[in-house]
């Protein structure tokens, strides 16, 4: 009985050598996998990760500095039109100033009243005597 039991226990480690090395082959080949799986990752899907997030940020950059300049353009224009309405307003009620001048000479040489009968007569007095 003894033969028995040694001849079943060595073949009980045989077949658990046989498992234990079955499984440390797995492992192996799980552990080979999960290298290349990690070399993969750090060599060539995290530096496109990265390739692609620098491009992106450049790219915002990009349309930031555009908006910036397109809003400074617009502003420019306002400005501008805001000037010419200022000089044109400007020139209108100078022209309007000088409109008023004018008026204001004219009619201090043509009197705009009528004259008085005794300014008429007094006229015809200073010609009597030039005649």
Excluded: C
Excluded at 19 to 41: D, I, T
Aim: aromatic residues 6%; without cysteine.
């Amino acid at each position: 009985m003894e033969l028995k039991f040694q001849s079943n226990m060595e073949l009980y480690i045989k077949i658990n050598s046989l498992a234990l090395e079955q499984v440390w082959n797995y492992l192996s080949k799980l552990g080979s996998r999960l290298h290349g799986k990690s070399n993969v990752l750090a060599k060539i899907v995290i530096p496109r990760l990265n390739v692609t997030s620098h491009y992106i940020l450049s790219e915002l950059e990009e349309k930031e500095r555009e908006e910036v300049f397109r809003l400074k353009r617009v502003k420019q224009k306002k400005d501008f039109e805001k000037k010419k309405d200022e000089n044109k307003r400007r020139m209108a009620t100078e022209d309007g100033k000088i409109d008023e001048e004018e008026d204001l000479a004219q009619s201090a040489i043509k009197p705009n009243k009528p004259r008085r009968s005794d300014d008429n007569d007094a006229l015809q007095v200073i010609k009597k005597e030039d005649e």
